[in-house]
């Protein structure tokens, strides 16, 4: 039994996000690896249904903007049952990036809620061909014209950036620095430069997307004129903790995939979980699983009591890099149970391999973490960051 301290209702709420898990979003792993990623329009509007139904919808947004107004607790005990799935079925989950809570009324009526509701998708454009871990490096900019401003510049890996109904974009404002821009996908001077296929198999797309001279309204701008870093430091803590939280769903689903295998399937004479060979790398597996569970679970818990937001930046990059590296060399192992089968498509094992190598690279690589996790180190102090 866990001494992981959760409440009744926040038990009941991962039961419901389980359920979902398995009754929706699994069912239709195989049919989206097959079809590249993509499922038919009646299945999405069907996990969509399923998902508002179960109140999945919205997680951390506020109940008056259509969310739950979840804890990160309560967060984390979602993402541990919807991280099981592969494919990024999740992704179908009406939700919306953190950073649109900080926007004006108008903002949060136009792009917020038709998200939350499952209506349309906004994208958070910020990597760029020589910024990506370094951020500084922003290149694109916004200069005023009139009463709006003109974006240029080049925008890579831009997540849902091909369904998207508006793109949430960085650039660089000279007197303020790196801004939030919100930009409607049709406007003029916005284009797709790129469409790069990636080891995985996702239900969006991650494109390149150019902007030249593009046009934007004065309101265009998000939670103000050279917030973009502290806006983002806060999403950067929650989608970290969301990668690692998702780490720890898929090395459960792989542990009970690869335990029930190795213990169903015999080869010499005897089951192969009493092979020493399987047996430790599935042990090894599982202490690593408990020890990412236990990091996530601390982060959430210290974010919600009101910790320091600095020590909980550097727990959240603890626990994103233990729990990444951990999970791929969870995989691993599984794949080496599974055999031959470990290396067909339509094996669980198979598809978080390729799935989990990028939970060490995206929001912050793990060379990235450990530099924020030293700096924290030298200036929090030892005892701070560990405790």
């Avoid at 284009?191 to 990636?198: G, I, K, S, T, Y």
């Avoid at 020890?291 to 210290?302: D, N, P, S, W």
Wanted: with cysteine.
């Amino acid at each position: 039994m866990s001494l992981v301290r959760v409440t009744a209702e926040q038990a009941e709420l991962g039961e419901r996000a389980r359920a979902f898990v398995d009754d929706v979003l699994i069912p239709r792993e195989e049919a989206a690896e097959r079809a590249g990623g993509r499922l038919p329009e009646e299945d999405v509007r069907e996990i969509m249904k399923a998902a508002v139904a179960a109140r999945l919808n919205g997680g951390r947004h506020a109940p008056e903007h259509g969310g739950q107004g979840w804890s990160t607790v309560d967060y984390v005990m979602v993402h541990e049952q919807l991280g099981r799935n592969t494919n990024g079925l999740w992704w179908w989950v009406p939700d919306a990036y953190n950073v649109l809570a900080a926007g004006t009324p108008d903002q949060i009526e136009r792009y917020l809620r038709p998200a939350l509701r499952g209506d349309a998708w906004v994208s958070y454009a910020v990597t760029e061909e020589h910024a990506g871990s370094d951020p500084s490096g922003i290149t694109t900019t916004a200069v005023p014209d009139g009463d709006g401003w003109l974006l240029n510049g080049e925008k890579w890996f831009v997540t849902s950036g091909d369904v998207a109904a508006a793109h949430i974009v960085v650039a660089v404002v000279e007197g303020h620095g790196p801004t939030l821009f919100i930009v409607d996908a049709d406007t003029e001077g916005l284009e797709f430069v790129d469409e790069p296929l990636f080891t995985h198999t996702f239900p969006h797309g991650h494109p390149t997307v150019r902007l030249t001279d593009v046009r934007v309204p004065g309101d265009a701008v998000l939670g103000g004129l050279g917030q973009a870093d502290a806006l983002q430091q806060n999403w950067f803590v929650e989608e970290r903790l969301g990668i690692a939280v998702h780490c720890v769903a898929a090395m459960g689903r792989l542990l009970e995939e690869a335990v029930a295998w190795a213990g169903g399937r015999e080869q010499g004479g005897a089951r192969l979980i009493d092979h020493q060979g399987v047996a430790f790398p599935l042990a090894d597996s599982a202490a690593d699983a408990a020890a990412a569970r236990l990091l996530v679970h601390e982060v959430a818990a210290l974010a919600d009591s009101g910790a320091d937001r600095k020590i909980v930046h550097a727990k959240a990059s603890i626990a994103k890099l233990f729990a990444s590296e951990a999970a791929y060399r969870c995989a691993d192992r599984a794949v080496q149970t599974f055999g031959g089968r470990g290396y067909i498509r339509t094996n669980v094992a198979e598809r978080f391999l390729r799935e989990l190598r990028v939970d060490r690279i995206w929001e912050g690589t793990s060379e990235i973490q450990r530099l924020i996790i030293a700096r924290s180190l030298e200036r929090r102090g030892v005892r701070q960051v560990i405790a």
